[in-house]
């Protein structure tokens, strides 16, 4: 399929009305200027070598050559489509721990940045294996499916918090189920699974699906990350250590027997984390060594660019146009003139030095963005993003260069800017793919800026465009449950702060005496004022309230203990 990278060059096709008015004027010059000249036939004489017609297919060669170059600067593409390629390899379902748990600092800076620092390096280290991303904490979500587009792997493990999963806690029966869901059930082996997580609490079912696991071939690997000792947890919403309800500090601890069961349960191995790259070498040695399968996979679509051949015919047709000449050929006997190179060899260097920019800006862009996309495949996001910038400011409608600069300042953290690029994306592309790209990758950056009202509607847009999109989809389906979990929330939150002024008053009513009520019986329409209390009535009063309040707390501890609501743990 057949595209225009840049119309909006199709404007300057605008002058070639212009040119044939210029051209035509000058012929009508032309004719005037004769007239001026004197006798009409003697100015024939004069001018018997010069020929109307080769002018005429000058002009015409000139103003092919024109619009040839005008279609050289859309960049006429075509869509490579999806190859197919043939590879070897496993599948490997990474299950990522994401509970605020993994915000302890017992291994510097947190342990979630170090699980996603390993994974990262791990990445690089699988070849041709394809991966999938599963994150958890109190319940297990599909972040990524399996796939060999191990670039978006990494990206989509950049951007893992805590965040992610709203229900906290450690449920690895729920990860170890939802990794096992993601697997082709028809195979017997070429799966693994790699579970990285401090284990906080025991999960009785754990052991469970993971011996149910093994007998389907999942060789489940799980490192362990955190001390045995524990650390605290620096919670940032309140900017002080973690308590939990009753006010005491929370110390999370490495359960390292559970995860070493689980390992030896599902054939696999255990490490504790102490280095990443000792880590990352077994955990490859162990994945290069199970049996691999054949599977072919579709490489990302690309565009095979024709600017060059239009550029090649702009300057054949100026070329031809130099070596013909507006005069006749006179036949002369034994007469030999030399032939007038001089201006046309200056004439063809002034087209060369006007055409040179052209080609020379075409090759800088792709120049800025090859540098761009080595600085960001080395992970140097600053660099990369300078290139690409350039690359865009040169030709605001390149849509490579501004998709690339949202990238890398997505991966830079500067969310606000790679959304304004994509939307430059939005507004250039033609291409509906490229568009669905640009939606996309804007979802997943305004849902982890937690924006689920525009990240929504841009899955929806993506999945307009390319209906069979499965990751735009299962996004799709997370940031609608997140906001119908959100909403959940406030409402209960809502309805407690209902509640909570009610049960205040009840209490202020069981402790302060009903003045009102003995009015009533003493049948005084107005308060009348209290007579003086002795100090002996006093104490014995006081003591009778401080009785009545203890009966009443009393009350409330039975009332507690004996519900099943307990308050739920939130790390």
């Not at 869509?79 to 721990?97: M, R, T, Y």
């Amino acid at each position: 399929m057949f595209n225009f990278q840049y119309i909006e060059y199709f404007i300057f096709l605008a002058a070639v009305p212009f040119l044939l008015l210029f051209y035509f004027l000058v012929i009508n010059w032309k004719k005037k200027a004769i007239l001026k000249i004197g006798d009409r036939h003697l100015v024939k004489q004069l001018i018997k070598n010069y020929s109307p017609k080769r002018f005429a297919t000058k002009f015409i060669l000139i103003l092919i050559s024109f619009v040839t170059i005008v279609f050289a600067l859309t960049n006429l593409r075509s869509n490579q489509g999806s190859e197919k390629i043939i590879q070897k390899g496993i599948d490997v379902v990474i299950a990522l721990d994401v509970s605020k748990s993994m915000l302890a600092q017992d291994i510097k800076p947190t342990r979630l940045d170090r699980a996603k620092q390993l994974l990262n390096k791990l990445v690089d280290k699988l070849g041709n294996n394809r991966i999938g991303l599963v994150i958890f904490a109190g319940k297990a979500y599909l972040q990524m499916p399996l796939t060999v587009d191990h670039r978006s792997a990494k990206m989509f493990i950049n951007a893992v918090n805590t965040d992610a999963v709203p229900t906290q806690c450690t449920v690895i029966s729920d990860a170890l189920k939802m990794c096992s869901a993601s697997f082709n059930t028809k195979e017997k082996k070429y799966k693994s699974v790699i579970l990285i997580s401090d284990g906080e609490d025991h999960d009785e079912n754990a052991a469970k699906i993971t011996g149910q696991m093994a007998n389907e071939g999942i060789v489940i690997h799980t490192v362990g990350i955190g001390s045995p000792q524990g650390s605290t947890i620096f919670d940032s919403e309140i900017n002080e250590v973690k308590k939990d309800e009753n006010g005491n500090t929370v110390i999370t601890k490495l359960n390292e027997k559970e995860l070493s069961a689980l390992a030896k349960k599902g054939n696999g191995l255990y490490q504790l984390y102490s280095n990443t790259d000792e880590v990352v070498s077994k955990l490859a040695d162990q994945l290069n060594n199970m049996d691999q399968k054949v599977y072919t996979s579709n490489s990302s679509a690309n565009y095979k660019s024709y600017f060059q051949f239009f550029l090649l015919i702009s300057l054949l047709l100026l070329v031809i146009e130099i070596f013909i000449s507006e005069k006749k050929k006179i036949k002369t006997r034994n007469v030999i003139k030399p032939v007038a190179a001089s201006h046309q060899l200056q004439v063809l260097s002034v087209i060369i030095i006007l055409i040179a920019p052209l080609i020379s800006f075409a090759q800088n862009a792709k120049v800025l963005i090859k540098k761009g996309n080595e600085a960001y495949s080395k992970n140097e996001f600053n660099t990369a993003i300078k290139n690409y910038k350039t690359a865009a400011d040169k030709n605001p409608s390149n849509v490579t260069a501004q998709y690339n600069l949202g990238n890398a300042l997505y991966k830079n953290k500067k969310n606000p800017e790679a959304i304004q690029a994509y939307d430059n994306v939005l507004q250039s592309a033609s291409n509906p793919l490229d568009k669905a790209k640009a939606y996309y990758n804007k979802g997943v950056v305004l849902q982890n800026d937690n924006k689920l009202n525009e990240c929504i509607e841009a899955y929806k847009n993506a999945l307009k465009l390319v209906p069979g999109d499965d990751d735009a989809r299962q996004n799709l389906q997370k940031a609608l449950q997140q906001q119908k979990q959100q909403e959940q929330q406030k409402k209960e939150q809502k309805d407690k702060q209902e509640k909570q002024p009610d049960k205040d008053d009840s209490k202020e009513k069981e402790q302060k005496p009903n003045e009102e009520d003995k009015d009533k019986k003493n049948g005084s329409p107005e308060p009348q004022q209290q007579p003086k209390l002795s100090k002996q009535d006093a104490e014995e009063k006081l003591k009778a309230l401080q009785q009545h309040e203890k009966n009443l707390q009393d009350k409330l501890r039975k009332v507690n203990a004996s519900s099943s609501n307990k308050p739920a743990k939130d790390w």
